[in-house]
């Protein structure tokens, strides 16, 4: 039966824009999706979706799409075939190899990827057989830190335990806004709703965060406002208080090492030193510390508004201090390490300080390059980038220094974007590559692996045929890979098997195949052992010695240079210096909804600045007012809106935003590239883990415009 013919049907399914990977049900009629809702019946979610995920359907459906392969020829865009398309970028990836070498290839991997299981190992293999090391993504942009403090600290990666929030008695939570970002580094059904139920049972809930968000209040819990940047020093604060109050769980001696180095490190950060850094009080800073040391069980979570910071590494280790010293690691209402379909914790294994080098622009952890410096590989490397393959991702955007970014990649011979739309980069780019979105192709949650606080996985079907042309990452790097003589899954005799064997493989230490994932309910299986405590020091720990390292040595330096930091914090908030952070909307996530009308209606038709109305008081500006923002990296003009959520001394802007004249909606309300005022260069990320420094930063503020409206203060 052809699929106009198809009677209406409804398709289980699960969305992939961030870790909850929420169930959804698609209704599919003659072919077409006609629509989407959350899944009731989802044995995780029941029933919850957020306007995001529902709002995918748009994405799926939007006329800009990209639906066939397209060649830049001069400043036209011509459509030609895959078999063209795939010779095209092929000859012109050995053109560029044979002139220059494998090194002058470069690859920038965005973070929709990470919810889709065989893009990674598909580009993987595709770029390790090219022979090029110059490797960029997205993480290093939000969630690099993360990745480095659980290696220095528990020796693997992949370890990151999860606040068990159904069972705590208190909550800290750093830089997340759960109510609107839903989660990152932990897949949970509606997190707020869950914050909301433990605090109705009597949990104690604190969020730190420079604005008073949408998820604090008396139905959750009150935020502490910190000045920006300095949650490593509250950190440090909370651990000494808590060392010279309650003391360290009995645990720590017997589990931990450099224990005598963690606690001479925060014996220089009383709540006394540390307040007017932070600019919470003393006496505040002690209550959290006594009450998170002494409740039977508490939980700790850590996100972007902090990774994102100057500190992320440190403050991420500290947030592991805080959770071990307390004996909350690995209890039940604590933080638990989350196993789900395959215990991911080996896989991770690296030794953290044999993990760095001295690169061309200075020292940095090996792996993912800082993208702070892909402008510097192409401009100012002395074997200099040439050709960048762009998966899934919008670095014109995405890394702060857009104009030099811009100027890099005019430079450069060959630029290849594989994509769902041509975006800002795609503009620059020398091929458009149609890939598929999260209804067009099979998968499984792969993301929320260690990470769940109700541990399953589940397989997708596509919902759909993929539209026109568009094609799965895979098949589009393995087609490559092909035309270059490499290996590829289109030579096996089934490659779609050759493709889900990992996955096949990883299910065995479940008793499970991936045959059987499919044919459960819902293509569905639910792991009963759920979120267990018990295990974590000795299944998990991938130390040699079974130890957590309370104080790793190659922290060395950058905890010496906190102390510097700790006094130019001070300064800086005595000052009045005004420090820009990011915010995020419910209708936003990164740039992916730039383009979807129903999320950017009325008064999102721009990002606008937060400031608050003492500031803006003393900048004479108001409401509705343009001014020009200024770093000392560069500028922008923005929108003035007046919010006394945010703390005096910051201002809050959304990122995504910026023209992009491929997509007719980013291209009328494009509102503005914040990342423009973000530093890029050597210097201009966190050397333990190549984590660009993105919040936070110094700017001022000029009107543009004078309002004539006397501001008040209501
Ligand atoms: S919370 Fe995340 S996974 Fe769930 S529907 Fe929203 S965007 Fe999708």
């Known amino acids: 039966m052809s699929d106009a013919l198809e009677i209406k049907r409804e398709v289980s399914t699960f969305c992939r824009v961030c870790e909850p990977a929420c169930g959804l049900v698609a209704t599919v009629d003659g072919g077409q999706i006609v629509h989407v809702r959350a899944d009731d019946d989802h044995p995780v979610s029941k029933g919850f979706a957020c306007t995001k995920g529902i709002a995918s359907l748009d994405i799926h459906r939007d006329p800009d799409r990209l639906n066939h392969p397209q060649h830049r020829v001069g400043d036209r865009w011509e459509r030609v075939t895959w078999d063209d398309a795939i010779s095209g ?327 290849v974007c594989v994509d769902l739309y041509r975006n800002a980069t795609g503009d620059l780019a020398h091929w458009l590559l149609p890939s598929t979105d999260m209804f067009e192709r099979p998968d499984i949650n792969i993301t929320g692996l260690g990470l769940q606080s109700e541990p399953w996985i589940q397989w997708t079907d596509a919902v759909v045929e993929p539209h026109a042309e568009r094609r799965e990452e895979w098949r589009i790097f393995a087609a490559l890979a092909k035309e270059m003589g490499f290996r590829s899954p289109l030579d096996a005799d089934d490659p779609e098997t050759e493709v889900w064997a990992r996955t096949d493989h990883m299910l065995t230490g479940r008793g499970l195949s991936l045959d059987e994932v499919r044919a459960a309910p819902k293509g569905t299986v639910k792991f009963e052992d759920g979120l267990a405590a018990g295990e974590f020091y000795d299944r998990h720990l991938q130390h040699a010695d079974g130890r957590v390292d309370c104080c790793p040595d190659a922290f060395g330096p950058s905890i010496a240079a906190l102390a510097d930091e700790a006094v130019a914090a001070s300064d800086a908030s005595a000052s009045g210096e005004l420090r820009l952070i990011s915010r995020r909307d419910t209708r936003m996530h990164n740039s992916w909804f730039s383009n979807v009308e129903s999320l950017k209606r009325g008064t999102r038709s721009n990002n606008p600045l937060d400031v ?76 333990l883990s190549n984590q660009a420094w993105m919040t936070g930063i110094p700017v001022t503020i000029s009107p543009l415009t004078i309002s004539p409206v006397t501001i008040s203060a209501g």
Request: charged share 20%; proline share 5%; hydrophobic share 40%.
């Open 89 to 415: 970028v092929a000859s012109e990836l050995r053109g560029v190899i044979e002139r220059h070498g494998p090194q002058a290839v470069a690859a920038y991997v965005g973070n929709p990827s990470a919810f889709n299981t065989l893009a990674g190992p598909a580009t993987g293999s595709f770029f390790a057989q090219l022979g090029m090391s110059r490797y960029f993504s997205s993480g290093t942009q939000d969630c690099a830190n993360k990745f480095a403090g659980s290696e220095a600290v528990f020796g693997s990666s992949t370890i990151h335990p999860i606040p068990d929030i159904a069972n705590t008695d208190a909550l800290l939570v750093l830089g997340a806004n759960p109510r609107v970002s839903k989660g990152s580094f932990i897949s949970i059904s509606n997190m707020y709703r869950e914050i909301m139920q433990a605090s109705a049972r009597g949990a104690t809930i604190w969020f730190v965060n420079p604005r008073r968000t949408e998820s604090s209040g008396e139905r959750t819990g009150e935020t502490l406002q910190i000045v920006p940047g300095t949650d490593v020093f509250l950190l440090a604060a909370l651990i000494h208080e808590i060392d010279a109050g309650p003391g360290f769980d009995r645990c720590v001696d017997g589990r931990g090492k450099h224990v005598d180095e963690l606690r001479a490190f925060v014996a220089g950060y009383s709540a006394d030193t540390v307040a007017p850094i932070v600019g919470i009080d003393a006496a505040t800073i002690r209550d959290v510390a006594t009450t998170f040391a002494t409740v039977p069980r508490a939980a700790v979570h850590m996100s972007t508004g902090v990774n994102m910071g100057r500190h992320g590494t440190l403050a991420y280790w500290l947030v592991h201090m805080l959770s071990f010293v307390t004996g909350n690691l690995d209890r039940e209402g604590g933080n638990v390490l989350s196993v789900g379909f395959y215990a991911s914790a080996k896989a991770g294994r690296r030794d953290y300080g044999a993990g760095f080098v001295d690169g061309e622009f200075g020292p940095m952890r090996r792996g993912s390059l800082p993208g702070t410096l892909l402008a510097d590989h192409i401009l100012d490397s002395e074997s200099p980038v040439k050709a960048l393959i762009v998966l899934a991702g919008n670095p014109l955007f995405t890394i702060g220094g857009e104009e030099r970014l811009r100027e890099a990649f005019e430079s450069l011979e060959l630029i």
């Open 612 to 687: 608050h109305v003492d500031d803006a008081t003393r900048l004479g500006v108001g409401d509705g007012d343009r001014v020009v923002v200024r770093s000392d990296w560069g500028e922008i003009e923005a929108t003035v809106r007046l919010d006394d959520a945010v703390r005096p001394g910051v201002v809050a802007i959304e990122h995504g935003w910026g023209r992009q004249s491929g997509m007719r909606l980013a291209n009328d309300k494009p509102g503005v590239n914040v990342n423009r005022l973000l530093p890029s260069g050597p210097g201009s990320f966190d050397p």
